[in-house]
Protein backbone atom coordinates (compact mmCIF):
# COMPACT_ATOMS: atom_id res chain seq x y z
CA UNK A 1 0.00 0.00 0.00
CA UNK A 2 1.13 3.53 -0.43
CA UNK A 3 2.37 6.41 1.84
CA UNK A 4 -0.90 8.24 1.50
CA UNK A 5 -3.06 5.31 2.04
CA UNK A 6 -1.19 4.35 5.41
CA UNK A 7 -1.54 7.44 6.76
CA UNK A 8 -5.18 8.51 6.28
CA UNK A 9 -7.78 7.66 8.86
CA UNK A 10 -10.53 10.36 9.46
CA UNK A 11 -9.83 12.89 6.75
CA UNK A 12 -12.61 12.20 4.00
CA UNK A 13 -16.30 14.18 4.47
CA UNK A 14 -17.23 14.21 8.13
CA UNK A 15 -20.80 12.56 8.73
CA UNK A 16 -23.98 12.55 7.44
CA UNK A 17 -25.41 16.02 6.17
CA UNK A 18 -23.06 17.71 7.82
CA UNK A 19 -22.94 21.52 7.70
CA UNK A 20 -21.05 23.40 4.63
CA UNK A 21 -19.69 25.18 7.85
CA UNK A 22 -18.45 22.73 9.48
CA UNK A 23 -13.93 23.64 9.87
CA UNK A 24 -11.95 23.09 7.20
CA UNK A 25 -9.82 19.73 6.70
CA UNK A 26 -6.66 20.78 5.36
CA UNK A 27 -4.03 18.71 4.49
CA UNK A 28 -0.86 18.44 2.70
CA UNK A 29 -2.90 16.28 -0.27
CA UNK A 30 -3.27 19.69 -1.92
CA UNK A 31 0.31 19.46 -2.75
CA UNK A 32 -0.23 16.92 -5.99
CA UNK A 33 -2.81 19.07 -7.06
CA UNK A 34 -0.76 22.24 -6.87
CA UNK A 35 1.68 20.71 -8.74
CA UNK A 36 -0.79 19.55 -11.45
CA UNK A 37 -1.50 23.19 -11.99
CA UNK A 38 2.33 23.89 -12.00
CA UNK A 39 3.16 21.53 -14.99
CA UNK A 40 -0.27 22.77 -16.89
CA UNK A 41 1.46 26.20 -16.69
CA UNK A 42 5.11 25.39 -17.47
CA UNK A 43 4.03 24.74 -20.74
CA UNK A 44 2.64 27.96 -21.35
CA UNK A 45 4.32 29.80 -18.98
CA UNK A 46 5.91 32.33 -21.79
CA UNK A 47 3.07 33.25 -23.51
CA UNK A 48 0.53 33.47 -20.05
CA UNK A 49 3.66 35.66 -19.00
CA UNK A 50 3.39 38.34 -21.57
CA UNK A 51 -0.24 38.17 -21.85
CA UNK A 52 0.11 38.85 -17.71
CA UNK A 53 2.70 42.12 -17.93
CA UNK A 54 2.08 43.36 -20.99
CA UNK A 55 -1.57 45.19 -19.90
CA UNK A 56 -0.27 46.18 -16.68
CA UNK A 57 3.14 48.01 -18.03
CA UNK A 58 1.30 49.52 -20.68
CA UNK A 59 -0.71 51.07 -18.07
CA UNK A 60 2.09 52.24 -16.42
CA UNK A 61 4.01 53.67 -19.17
CA UNK A 62 1.33 55.51 -20.83
CA UNK A 63 -0.60 56.79 -17.55
CA UNK A 64 2.79 57.17 -15.48
CA UNK A 65 4.61 58.90 -18.36
CA UNK A 66 1.89 60.51 -20.27
CA UNK A 67 -0.20 61.69 -16.94
CA UNK A 68 3.21 61.95 -15.00
CA UNK A 69 4.15 64.68 -17.79
CA UNK A 70 1.30 66.51 -16.27
CA UNK A 71 0.96 65.97 -12.83
CA UNK A 72 4.47 66.64 -12.14
CA UNK A 73 5.52 65.40 -8.34
CA UNK A 74 2.66 64.24 -6.17
CA UNK A 75 2.01 65.01 -2.56
CA UNK A 76 1.61 62.02 0.06
CA UNK A 77 1.23 61.52 3.87
CA UNK A 78 4.60 60.44 5.23
CA UNK A 79 5.75 59.33 8.45
CA UNK A 80 7.35 63.00 9.37
CA UNK A 81 4.68 65.14 7.15
CA UNK A 82 3.63 65.28 3.68
CA UNK A 83 6.30 64.23 0.85
CA UNK A 84 6.53 65.10 -2.89
CA UNK A 85 7.02 62.05 -5.40
CA UNK A 86 6.98 61.67 -9.23
CA UNK A 87 3.56 60.42 -9.98
CA UNK A 88 4.75 57.29 -11.58
CA UNK A 89 6.53 55.86 -8.67
CA UNK A 90 3.26 56.49 -6.95
CA UNK A 91 1.07 54.90 -9.72
CA UNK A 92 3.45 51.74 -10.02
CA UNK A 93 3.49 51.21 -5.92
CA UNK A 94 -0.65 51.39 -6.73
CA UNK A 95 -1.00 49.61 -9.61
CA UNK A 96 1.62 46.56 -8.37
CA UNK A 97 -1.21 46.46 -6.04
CA UNK A 98 -3.61 46.46 -8.59
CA UNK A 99 -2.11 43.70 -10.64
CA UNK A 100 -1.77 41.25 -7.84
CA UNK A 101 -5.21 41.75 -7.60
CA UNK A 102 -5.91 41.37 -11.01
CA UNK A 103 -3.68 38.07 -11.77
CA UNK A 104 -5.44 36.35 -8.55
CA UNK A 105 -8.53 36.94 -9.11
CA UNK A 106 -8.35 36.01 -13.19
CA UNK A 107 -6.92 32.51 -12.64
CA UNK A 108 -9.32 32.26 -9.59
CA UNK A 109 -12.08 32.49 -11.53
CA UNK A 110 -11.94 31.96 -15.03
CA UNK A 111 -8.76 29.16 -15.09
CA UNK A 112 -10.18 27.53 -11.47
CA UNK A 113 -13.78 27.71 -13.01
CA UNK A 114 -12.73 25.95 -16.51
CA UNK A 115 -10.65 23.27 -14.47
CA UNK A 116 -13.84 22.84 -11.35
CA UNK A 117 -16.99 22.90 -13.92
CA UNK A 118 -15.51 23.01 -17.72
CA UNK A 119 -12.98 19.88 -17.15
CA UNK A 120 -14.07 18.46 -14.72
CA UNK A 121 -11.02 18.08 -13.27
CA UNK A 122 -11.68 18.38 -9.72
CA UNK A 123 -14.29 15.62 -10.18
CA UNK A 124 -11.48 13.34 -10.91
CA UNK A 125 -9.12 14.79 -8.27
CA UNK A 126 -12.09 13.44 -5.83
CA UNK A 127 -12.16 10.22 -7.04
CA UNK A 128 -8.85 9.42 -5.36
CA UNK A 129 -8.02 10.13 -1.98
CA UNK A 130 -8.11 14.08 -2.15
CA UNK A 131 -11.14 15.95 -0.37
CA UNK A 132 -12.66 18.91 -1.66
CA UNK A 133 -11.11 21.46 0.88
CA UNK A 134 -7.92 20.53 -0.17
CA UNK A 135 -8.79 20.89 -3.95
CA UNK A 136 -9.97 24.47 -2.75
CA UNK A 137 -6.79 25.47 -0.65
CA UNK A 138 -4.33 24.05 -3.89
CA UNK A 139 -6.57 26.23 -6.33
CA UNK A 140 -6.36 28.88 -3.60
CA UNK A 141 -2.50 29.00 -3.31
CA UNK A 142 -1.67 28.18 -6.69
CA UNK A 143 -3.83 31.73 -8.11
CA UNK A 144 -1.65 33.23 -5.39
CA UNK A 145 1.59 31.89 -6.46
CA UNK A 146 0.79 32.76 -10.28
CA UNK A 147 -0.28 36.71 -8.85
CA UNK A 148 3.27 36.65 -6.85
CA UNK A 149 4.95 35.38 -10.48
CA UNK A 150 3.15 38.01 -11.98
CA UNK A 151 3.58 40.79 -9.47
CA UNK A 152 8.00 39.46 -9.62
CA UNK A 153 7.91 40.06 -13.54
CA UNK A 154 6.55 43.51 -13.19
CA UNK A 155 8.59 44.68 -10.26
CA UNK A 156 11.75 43.20 -12.34
CA UNK A 157 10.63 45.62 -15.15
CA UNK A 158 10.03 48.53 -13.08
CA UNK A 159 13.69 48.23 -11.41
CA UNK A 160 14.84 48.22 -14.63
CA UNK A 161 13.08 51.21 -15.45
CA UNK A 162 14.85 52.96 -12.53
CA UNK A 163 10.95 53.46 -11.01
CA UNK A 164 12.50 52.95 -7.38
CA UNK A 165 15.62 51.09 -6.27
CA UNK A 166 14.22 51.20 -2.56
CA UNK A 167 15.86 48.23 -0.74
CA UNK A 168 12.89 47.88 0.94
CA UNK A 169 11.07 46.80 -1.81
CA UNK A 170 12.30 43.03 -1.35
CA UNK A 171 9.67 43.14 1.68
CA UNK A 172 6.93 44.73 -1.00
CA UNK A 173 7.17 40.72 -2.36
CA UNK A 174 5.98 39.24 0.65
CA UNK A 175 3.09 41.37 1.06
CA UNK A 176 2.12 41.19 -2.62
CA UNK A 177 1.74 37.54 -2.29
CA UNK A 178 0.13 38.14 0.99
CA UNK A 179 -2.36 40.33 -1.51
CA UNK A 180 -2.90 37.54 -4.16
CA UNK A 181 -4.22 35.31 -1.32
CA UNK A 182 -6.59 37.70 -0.11
CA UNK A 183 -8.00 38.16 -3.32
CA UNK A 184 -7.87 34.45 -4.99
CA UNK A 185 -9.59 33.41 -1.66
CA UNK A 186 -12.47 36.49 -2.31
CA UNK A 187 -12.65 35.15 -6.11
CA UNK A 188 -13.37 32.07 -4.87
CA UNK A 189 -16.58 32.92 -3.28
CA UNK A 190 -17.56 33.91 -6.30
CA UNK A 191 -16.34 31.05 -8.07
CA UNK A 192 -18.10 28.23 -6.32
CA UNK A 193 -21.35 30.76 -7.08
CA UNK A 194 -20.70 30.98 -11.15
CA UNK A 195 -23.53 29.07 -13.58
CA UNK A 196 -20.80 30.21 -16.47
CA UNK A 197 -17.84 32.64 -17.39
CA UNK A 198 -20.21 35.85 -17.98
CA UNK A 199 -20.77 35.49 -13.87
CA UNK A 200 -17.43 36.65 -13.46
CA UNK A 201 -17.55 40.13 -15.74
CA UNK A 202 -19.85 41.82 -12.77
CA UNK A 203 -17.41 40.56 -10.59
CA UNK A 204 -14.73 42.62 -12.63
CA UNK A 205 -17.18 45.86 -13.12
CA UNK A 206 -18.97 45.88 -10.47
CA UNK A 207 -16.88 44.99 -8.09
CA UNK A 208 -12.90 45.12 -8.93
CA UNK A 209 -13.05 48.27 -11.45
CA UNK A 210 -14.47 50.41 -8.47
CA UNK A 211 -11.91 49.06 -5.97
CA UNK A 212 -9.42 50.34 -7.81
CA UNK A 213 -11.00 53.31 -8.41
CA UNK A 214 -11.46 53.91 -4.66
CA UNK A 215 -7.71 52.28 -2.96
CA UNK A 216 -5.58 55.21 -3.93
CA UNK A 217 -3.95 53.30 -7.18
CA UNK A 218 -4.39 56.49 -9.27
CA UNK A 219 -5.06 59.43 -7.37
CA UNK A 220 -4.23 60.03 -3.86
CA UNK A 221 -7.33 59.01 -1.38
CA UNK A 222 -7.28 62.58 0.24
CA UNK A 223 -9.28 64.04 -3.10
CA UNK A 224 -12.62 61.27 -1.88
CA UNK A 225 -15.22 62.76 -0.24
CA UNK A 226 -15.22 61.93 3.42
CA UNK A 227 -18.08 59.90 3.08
CA UNK A 228 -16.67 57.34 0.63
CA UNK A 229 -13.30 57.31 2.29
CA UNK A 230 -14.64 55.76 5.25
CA UNK A 231 -15.83 52.94 2.66
CA UNK A 232 -12.37 53.23 0.95
CA UNK A 233 -10.25 52.87 3.95
CA UNK A 234 -12.18 49.29 4.49
CA UNK A 235 -11.38 48.22 1.17
CA UNK A 236 -8.78 45.22 0.49
CA UNK A 237 -7.07 46.71 -1.71
CA UNK A 238 -7.01 50.20 -0.45
CA UNK A 239 -5.29 48.39 2.67
CA UNK A 240 -2.71 46.70 0.56
CA UNK A 241 -1.47 49.44 -1.44
CA UNK A 242 -1.57 51.91 1.97
CA UNK A 243 1.20 48.62 2.94
CA UNK A 244 3.21 48.70 -0.24
CA UNK A 245 3.35 52.25 -1.23
CA UNK A 246 6.11 53.43 1.24
CA UNK A 247 8.08 50.97 0.80
CA UNK A 248 8.37 52.45 -3.19
CA UNK A 249 9.73 55.63 -1.63
CA UNK A 250 11.96 53.75 0.73
CA UNK A 251 9.96 54.55 4.26
CA UNK A 252 7.76 52.52 6.48
CA UNK A 253 4.51 51.67 6.30
CA UNK A 254 2.38 53.34 9.02
CA UNK A 255 -0.51 51.54 10.80
CA UNK A 256 0.96 48.07 9.86
CA UNK A 257 -1.25 46.22 12.16
CA UNK A 258 -4.42 47.37 11.13
CA UNK A 259 -4.00 46.97 7.35
CA UNK A 260 -2.50 43.61 7.71
CA UNK A 261 -5.39 42.94 9.77
CA UNK A 262 -7.96 43.86 7.71
CA UNK A 263 -6.47 42.19 4.86
CA UNK A 264 -6.08 38.78 6.88
CA UNK A 265 -9.79 39.52 8.08
CA UNK A 266 -11.06 39.80 4.30
CA UNK A 267 -9.02 35.99 4.15
CA UNK A 268 -10.14 34.37 6.62
CA UNK A 269 -13.66 34.81 6.15
CA UNK A 270 -13.49 34.69 2.65
CA UNK A 271 -11.61 31.37 2.43
CA UNK A 272 -14.24 30.23 4.51
CA UNK A 273 -16.95 31.06 3.02
CA UNK A 274 -15.78 29.87 -0.68
CA UNK A 275 -14.94 26.51 1.11
CA UNK A 276 -18.69 26.43 2.16
CA UNK A 277 -20.19 27.70 -0.59
CA UNK A 278 -17.93 24.97 -2.98
CA UNK A 279 -18.80 22.49 -0.66
CA UNK A 280 -22.34 23.11 -1.43
CA UNK A 281 -21.99 23.40 -4.92
CA UNK A 282 -20.67 19.68 -4.95
CA UNK A 283 -23.34 18.28 -2.30
CA UNK A 284 -20.17 17.02 -0.11
CA UNK B 1 -8.91 -6.74 3.30
CA UNK B 2 -5.92 -9.14 4.17
CA UNK B 3 -7.84 -12.36 3.03
CA UNK B 4 -8.33 -10.40 -0.23
CA UNK B 5 -4.83 -9.73 -1.30
CA UNK B 6 -3.62 -13.07 0.02
CA UNK B 7 -6.16 -15.02 -1.45
CA UNK B 8 -5.46 -17.54 -4.10
CA UNK B 9 -6.94 -16.68 -7.96
CA UNK B 10 -10.44 -16.15 -7.20
CA UNK B 11 -13.51 -17.23 -8.91
CA UNK B 12 -17.10 -16.24 -8.79
CA UNK B 13 -17.97 -19.53 -7.49
CA UNK B 14 -15.78 -19.07 -4.91
CA UNK B 15 -16.61 -15.20 -4.28
CA UNK B 16 -19.61 -16.05 -1.82
CA UNK B 17 -17.41 -17.77 0.81
CA UNK B 18 -15.30 -14.81 1.15
CA UNK B 19 -16.67 -11.77 3.31
CA UNK B 20 -17.62 -9.16 1.16
CA UNK B 21 -15.20 -6.45 0.18
CA UNK B 22 -17.98 -3.73 0.03
CA UNK B 23 -21.38 -3.52 1.51
CA UNK B 24 -23.94 -1.28 1.17
CA UNK B 25 -26.62 -1.40 4.12
CA UNK B 26 -29.87 0.18 3.28
CA UNK B 27 -28.94 3.17 1.96
CA UNK B 28 -31.42 6.74 1.42
CA UNK B 29 -31.11 9.74 -0.72
CA UNK B 30 -33.70 12.35 -1.37
CA UNK B 31 -33.40 15.89 -3.19
CA UNK B 32 -36.19 17.75 -1.87
CA UNK B 33 -39.37 15.86 -2.25
CA UNK B 34 -37.91 12.94 -4.91
CA UNK B 35 -36.43 9.74 -3.35
CA UNK B 36 -33.52 8.82 -5.38
CA UNK B 37 -32.57 6.16 -4.09
CA UNK B 38 -34.57 4.10 -1.49
CA UNK B 39 -33.42 1.65 1.19
CA UNK B 40 -30.55 0.28 -1.19
CA UNK B 41 -28.49 -3.03 0.10
CA UNK B 42 -26.01 -4.91 -1.88
CA UNK B 43 -22.31 -6.66 -1.54
CA UNK B 44 -19.79 -7.01 -3.55
CA UNK B 45 -17.46 -10.06 -2.92
CA UNK B 46 -14.04 -10.54 -3.58
CA UNK B 47 -12.80 -10.99 -7.20
CA UNK B 48 -16.86 -10.70 -8.28
CA UNK B 49 -18.44 -8.30 -10.89
CA UNK B 50 -21.73 -6.32 -9.92
CA UNK B 51 -23.36 -4.90 -12.61
CA UNK B 52 -25.58 -2.72 -11.83
CA UNK B 53 -28.44 -1.72 -14.86
CA UNK B 54 -31.61 0.44 -14.53
CA UNK B 55 -32.89 2.91 -16.59
CA UNK B 56 -31.32 6.85 -16.62
CA UNK B 57 -32.87 8.36 -13.28
CA UNK B 58 -32.78 5.13 -11.82
CA UNK B 59 -30.30 6.52 -9.02
CA UNK B 60 -26.85 4.77 -10.27
CA UNK B 61 -25.01 7.57 -10.44
CA UNK B 62 -26.17 9.14 -7.01
CA UNK B 63 -25.41 5.48 -5.74
CA UNK B 64 -21.69 5.20 -6.97
CA UNK B 65 -21.58 8.93 -5.53
CA UNK B 66 -22.35 7.74 -2.42
CA UNK B 67 -20.16 4.87 -2.97
CA UNK B 68 -17.39 6.87 -3.01
CA UNK B 69 -18.19 9.48 -0.36
CA UNK B 70 -19.17 11.94 -2.39
CA UNK B 71 -22.46 12.29 -1.78
CA UNK B 72 -23.85 11.95 1.86
CA UNK B 73 -26.43 9.60 2.22
CA UNK B 74 -29.89 10.59 4.52
CA UNK B 75 -29.41 7.35 6.00
CA UNK B 76 -28.36 3.86 5.73
CA UNK B 77 -24.24 2.95 5.77
CA UNK B 78 -21.64 2.04 3.08
CA UNK B 79 -18.35 -0.40 4.28
CA UNK B 80 -15.76 -1.22 2.40
CA UNK B 81 -12.45 -2.90 3.45
CA UNK B 82 -12.65 -3.00 6.66
CA UNK B 83 -13.49 0.96 6.47
CA UNK B 84 -16.42 3.02 6.82
CA UNK B 85 -17.74 5.59 4.45
CA UNK B 86 -17.68 8.81 4.69
CA UNK B 87 -15.54 8.48 7.65
CA UNK B 88 -12.84 6.59 6.20
CA UNK B 89 -13.52 7.90 2.60
CA UNK B 90 -9.47 8.88 1.47
CA UNK B 91 -8.36 5.73 3.20
CA UNK B 92 -10.79 3.39 1.04
CA UNK B 93 -10.59 5.59 -2.04
CA UNK B 94 -6.53 4.98 -2.02
CA UNK B 95 -7.79 1.14 -3.04
CA UNK B 96 -10.40 2.11 -5.08
CA UNK B 97 -10.39 2.79 -8.77
CA UNK B 98 -12.89 4.81 -10.42
CA UNK B 99 -13.90 5.23 -13.95
CA UNK B 100 -16.63 8.14 -14.27
CA UNK B 101 -19.52 8.55 -16.62
CA UNK B 102 -17.77 11.85 -18.43
CA UNK B 103 -14.00 11.43 -18.99
CA UNK B 104 -12.18 13.80 -16.55
CA UNK B 105 -8.93 13.54 -18.46
CA UNK B 106 -6.57 16.34 -18.33
CA UNK B 107 -6.47 17.55 -21.77
CA UNK B 108 -3.36 19.74 -21.78
CA UNK B 109 -1.63 16.29 -20.54
CA UNK B 110 0.12 13.68 -22.19
CA UNK B 111 -1.46 10.07 -21.79
CA UNK B 112 1.79 9.09 -19.80
CA UNK B 113 1.39 12.87 -18.38
CA UNK B 114 -1.99 11.94 -17.13
CA UNK B 115 -1.39 8.92 -15.46
CA UNK B 116 1.83 10.57 -13.27
CA UNK B 117 -0.26 13.15 -12.23
CA UNK B 118 -3.19 10.90 -11.13
CA UNK B 119 -1.09 8.66 -9.45
CA UNK B 120 0.29 11.66 -7.46
CA UNK B 121 -2.87 12.23 -5.51
CA UNK B 122 -2.37 9.18 -4.37
CA UNK B 123 0.56 9.53 -2.78
CA UNK B 124 2.78 7.27 -4.85
CA UNK B 125 6.01 8.95 -5.80
CA UNK B 126 7.43 9.82 -9.23
CA UNK B 127 9.64 6.96 -9.55
CA UNK B 128 7.26 4.70 -8.77
CA UNK B 129 4.08 5.66 -10.55
CA UNK B 130 6.77 6.25 -13.83
CA UNK B 131 7.85 2.63 -13.59
CA UNK B 132 3.98 1.75 -14.01
CA UNK B 133 3.13 3.91 -16.87
CA UNK B 134 4.32 1.18 -19.79
CA UNK B 135 2.34 -1.17 -18.46
CA UNK B 136 -0.83 0.77 -17.82
CA UNK B 137 -0.62 2.24 -21.22
CA UNK B 138 0.07 -1.41 -22.78
CA UNK B 139 -3.07 -2.45 -20.51
CA UNK B 140 -4.80 0.44 -22.35
CA UNK B 141 -3.62 -0.54 -25.68
CA UNK B 142 -2.12 3.15 -26.17
CA UNK B 143 2.11 2.64 -25.85
CA UNK B 144 2.28 4.17 -29.24
CA UNK B 145 0.44 6.85 -27.77
CA UNK B 146 1.98 7.78 -24.86
CA UNK B 147 2.91 11.46 -25.68
CA UNK B 148 -0.61 11.90 -27.50
CA UNK B 149 -2.90 14.69 -25.75
CA UNK B 150 -6.48 13.08 -24.90
CA UNK B 151 -7.69 15.67 -27.72
CA UNK B 152 -5.91 13.65 -30.57
CA UNK B 153 -7.36 10.02 -28.68
CA UNK B 154 -10.70 8.40 -30.21
CA UNK B 155 -13.50 7.77 -27.81
CA UNK B 156 -12.58 4.63 -27.08
CA UNK B 157 -9.01 5.55 -26.32
CA UNK B 158 -10.07 7.64 -23.93
CA UNK B 159 -11.92 5.62 -21.86
CA UNK B 160 -9.38 2.98 -21.96
CA UNK B 161 -7.02 5.63 -20.79
CA UNK B 162 -9.32 6.81 -17.94
CA UNK B 163 -9.17 3.06 -16.93
CA UNK B 164 -5.98 3.17 -16.72
CA UNK B 165 -5.55 5.98 -14.71
CA UNK B 166 -7.87 3.99 -12.20
CA UNK B 167 -5.54 1.21 -12.34
CA UNK B 168 -2.28 3.88 -11.33
CA UNK B 169 -2.46 2.41 -7.36
CA UNK B 170 -3.56 -1.17 -7.89
CA UNK B 171 -7.06 -1.32 -6.68
CA UNK B 172 -8.60 -4.21 -5.56
CA UNK B 173 -11.95 -2.71 -6.56
CA UNK B 174 -12.81 -1.03 -9.65
CA UNK B 175 -16.17 1.08 -9.67
CA UNK B 176 -17.42 1.96 -14.04
CA UNK B 177 -19.87 4.07 -14.17
CA UNK B 178 -21.28 3.17 -17.87
CA UNK B 179 -17.54 2.77 -19.06
CA UNK B 180 -18.98 1.76 -22.93
CA UNK B 181 -21.52 4.36 -23.20
CA UNK B 182 -20.75 6.03 -27.06
CA UNK B 183 -18.05 3.51 -27.56
CA UNK B 184 -18.02 1.85 -31.08
CA UNK B 185 -18.49 -1.98 -31.08
CA UNK B 186 -14.82 -2.70 -31.81
CA UNK B 187 -13.91 -0.40 -28.74
CA UNK B 188 -16.58 -1.98 -26.53
CA UNK B 189 -14.98 -5.68 -27.27
CA UNK B 190 -11.49 -4.84 -26.47
CA UNK B 191 -13.09 -2.59 -23.09
CA UNK B 192 -14.96 -5.89 -22.46
CA UNK B 193 -11.66 -7.95 -22.79
CA UNK B 194 -9.77 -5.46 -20.92
CA UNK B 195 -12.38 -6.33 -17.72
CA UNK B 196 -12.22 -9.54 -18.21
CA UNK B 197 -8.32 -9.50 -17.93
CA UNK B 198 -8.98 -7.52 -14.98
CA UNK B 199 -11.75 -10.13 -13.57
CA UNK B 200 -9.10 -12.55 -13.51
CA UNK B 201 -6.44 -11.08 -12.13
CA UNK B 202 -9.02 -11.23 -9.20
CA UNK B 203 -9.89 -7.72 -8.96
CA UNK B 204 -13.58 -6.90 -7.87
CA UNK B 205 -15.84 -4.38 -10.00
CA UNK B 206 -18.96 -2.38 -10.14
CA UNK B 207 -20.38 -1.68 -13.09
CA UNK B 208 -23.13 0.09 -14.31
CA UNK B 209 -24.57 0.12 -17.87
CA UNK B 210 -27.54 0.71 -20.36
CA UNK B 211 -25.90 -2.44 -22.90
CA UNK B 212 -27.82 -5.58 -21.52
CA UNK B 213 -24.94 -8.06 -23.36
CA UNK B 214 -22.46 -6.39 -21.54
CA UNK B 215 -24.08 -7.24 -18.31
CA UNK B 216 -24.55 -10.37 -19.40
CA UNK B 217 -20.85 -10.97 -20.39
CA UNK B 218 -19.05 -9.71 -17.68
CA UNK B 219 -21.19 -9.84 -14.63
CA UNK B 220 -21.48 -12.59 -12.53
CA UNK B 221 -24.37 -10.89 -10.46
CA UNK B 222 -26.99 -8.19 -11.41
CA UNK B 223 -28.82 -5.56 -9.55
CA UNK B 224 -32.25 -4.26 -11.21
CA UNK B 225 -32.85 -0.42 -10.13
CA UNK B 226 -35.78 1.25 -10.69
CA UNK B 227 -36.88 4.89 -8.95
CA UNK B 228 -33.93 4.23 -6.60
CA UNK B 229 -35.03 1.12 -5.75
CA UNK B 230 -33.79 -2.66 -6.27
CA UNK B 231 -35.91 -4.87 -7.67
CA UNK B 232 -34.37 -7.72 -8.34
CA UNK B 233 -31.14 -9.13 -7.72
CA UNK B 234 -29.45 -12.16 -9.12
CA UNK B 235 -26.77 -13.78 -11.89
CA UNK B 236 -27.94 -13.19 -15.40
CA UNK B 237 -29.33 -16.91 -16.17
CA UNK B 238 -31.42 -16.82 -13.19
CA UNK B 239 -33.04 -13.86 -13.29
CA UNK B 240 -33.98 -14.66 -16.57
CA UNK B 241 -35.34 -17.76 -15.75
CA UNK B 242 -37.06 -16.13 -12.60
CA UNK B 243 -38.82 -13.68 -14.69
CA UNK B 244 -39.46 -14.86 -18.25
CA UNK B 245 -40.49 -17.34 -20.39
CA UNK B 246 -37.64 -19.21 -22.06
CA UNK B 247 -38.83 -18.49 -26.04
CA UNK B 248 -39.41 -15.25 -27.31
CA UNK B 249 -41.05 -14.82 -30.49
CA UNK B 250 -41.35 -11.55 -32.42
CA UNK B 251 -43.64 -10.20 -34.65
CA UNK B 252 -44.04 -7.59 -37.19
CA UNK B 253 -44.97 -6.64 -40.45
CA UNK B 254 -48.63 -5.48 -42.10
CA UNK B 255 -50.84 -7.31 -39.78
CA UNK B 256 -49.11 -8.16 -36.79
CA UNK B 257 -50.81 -5.61 -34.70
CA UNK B 258 -53.55 -7.75 -35.37
CA UNK B 259 -52.73 -11.33 -34.57
CA UNK B 260 -51.79 -9.71 -30.87
CA UNK B 261 -55.32 -9.62 -30.18
CA UNK B 262 -56.85 -12.89 -32.53
CA UNK B 263 -56.84 -16.63 -30.76
CA UNK B 264 -53.25 -16.79 -31.21
CA UNK B 265 -52.58 -15.21 -28.07
CA UNK B 266 -53.85 -18.19 -25.71
CA UNK B 267 -50.72 -19.40 -27.68
CA UNK B 268 -48.30 -17.35 -25.43
CA UNK B 269 -48.32 -17.02 -21.69
CA UNK B 270 -47.70 -13.28 -22.06
CA UNK B 271 -47.90 -10.69 -25.20
CA UNK B 272 -46.67 -7.54 -25.65
CA UNK B 273 -47.07 -5.17 -27.97
CA UNK B 274 -43.76 -1.91 -28.70
CA UNK B 275 -44.46 -0.17 -31.63
CA UNK B 276 -44.92 -2.51 -34.52
CA UNK B 277 -43.83 -5.66 -32.62
CA UNK B 278 -45.53 -8.05 -31.49
CA UNK B 279 -43.70 -10.39 -28.64
CA UNK B 280 -45.29 -13.55 -27.56
CA UNK B 281 -43.41 -14.84 -24.65
CA UNK B 282 -43.95 -18.72 -24.28
CA UNK B 283 -42.63 -21.67 -23.17
CA UNK B 284 -43.96 -23.75 -26.36
CA UNK B 285 -43.04 -21.69 -28.96
CA UNK B 286 -43.10 -24.61 -31.76
CA UNK B 287 -47.28 -24.29 -31.49
CA UNK B 288 -47.02 -20.67 -32.31
CA UNK B 289 -44.92 -20.90 -34.89
CA UNK B 290 -46.51 -23.61 -36.26
CA UNK B 291 -50.08 -21.36 -35.88
CA UNK B 292 -47.94 -18.17 -37.55
CA UNK B 293 -47.73 -20.40 -40.77
CA UNK B 294 -51.77 -19.09 -41.56
CA UNK B 295 -50.41 -15.48 -42.01
CA UNK B 296 -47.17 -15.71 -44.36
CA UNK B 297 -47.22 -11.93 -44.78
CA UNK B 298 -45.66 -11.35 -41.27
CA UNK B 299 -42.43 -11.67 -40.64
CA UNK B 300 -41.32 -13.39 -37.15
CA UNK B 301 -38.44 -13.96 -34.77
CA UNK B 302 -38.05 -16.92 -32.31
CA UNK B 303 -35.19 -16.78 -30.04
CA UNK B 304 -34.17 -17.22 -26.50
CA UNK B 305 -35.59 -14.69 -23.98
CA UNK B 306 -32.61 -12.48 -22.98
CA UNK B 307 -31.34 -9.69 -20.34
CA UNK B 308 -33.24 -6.95 -22.28
CA UNK B 309 -36.34 -8.63 -22.23
CA UNK B 310 -35.94 -9.03 -18.45
CA UNK B 311 -35.12 -5.15 -18.79
CA UNK B 312 -38.24 -4.04 -20.52
CA UNK B 313 -40.68 -6.39 -17.89
CA UNK B 314 -39.68 -5.40 -15.35
CA UNK B 315 -38.97 -1.49 -15.81
CA UNK B 316 -41.55 -1.39 -18.67
CA UNK B 317 -41.04 -0.08 -22.68
CA UNK B 318 -42.58 3.19 -22.10
CA UNK B 319 -39.69 6.43 -22.78
CA UNK B 320 -39.73 8.23 -19.24
CA UNK B 321 -40.20 11.97 -19.47
CA UNK B 322 -36.82 12.65 -17.28
CA UNK B 323 -35.48 9.96 -20.05
Given at each position: MNTVAAQ???????????????APQLSLRFWPVFLRNLLVWRKLAIPSLVGNIAEPLMWLVAFGYGMGALVGQITVAGPSGPVQVPYILFLASGSICMSAMQAASFEALYSAFSRMHVQKTWDGIM?????LDDIVLAEMLWAAFKSLFTVTAILGVMLALGISHSPKLLLAWPILLGVGITFSCIALIFNAL??????FTYYFTLFLTPMMFLS??????????VAVRVVADWLPLSNAVQLVRPLFMDQWPANVARHALVLLAYTGVAFWVALALTRKRFRV | MQTAQTA???TATVS??????FQVHQLCKRYGDA????DLSFEIGPGECLGVIGPNGAGKTTTIRMCLGLTAPDSGSVHALGLEMPRDALAIKAQLGVVSQMDTLD????CAENLLVYGRYFGMRDAQIRERIPALLEFASLSAKA???????SGGMKRRLSLARALVNDPKLLMLD???????PQARHLMWERLQLLLGQGKSILLTTHFMDEAERLCNRLLVLDHGRKIAEGTPRNLIAEHLEPDVVEVFGVGALAVAES??????ARVEVSGETVFFYTANAAALLQALQ????LRTLHRPANLEDLFLKLTGRQIREEA
Amino acid sequence: MNTVAAQSTSTGTSGTNASVWRAPQLSLRFWPVFLRNLLVWRKLAIPSLVGNIAEPLMWLVAFGYGMGALVGQITVAGPSGPVQVPYILFLASGSICMSAMQAASFEALYSAFSRMHVQKTWDGIMNAPVGLDDIVLAEMLWAAFKSLFTVTAILGVMLALGISHSPKLLLAWPILLGVGITFSCIALIFNALAKGYDFFTYYFTLFLTPMMFLSGVFFPLEQLPVAVRVVADWLPLSNAVQLVRPLFMDQWPANVARHALVLLAYTGVAFWVALALTRKRFRV
Amino acid sequence: MQTAQTAPKITATVSTTLPPLFQVHQLCKRYGDATVVDDLSFEIGPGECLGVIGPNGAGKTTTIRMCLGLTAPDSGSVHALGLEMPRDALAIKAQLGVVSQMDTLDPDFTCAENLLVYGRYFGMRDAQIRERIPALLEFASLSAKANARPGELSGGMKRRLSLARALVNDPKLLMLDEPTTGLDPQARHLMWERLQLLLGQGKSILLTTHFMDEAERLCNRLLVLDHGRKIAEGTPRNLIAEHLEPDVVEVFGVGALAVAESPLRALAARVEVSGETVFFYTANAAALLQALQAHPQLRTLHRPANLEDLFLKLTGRQIREEA
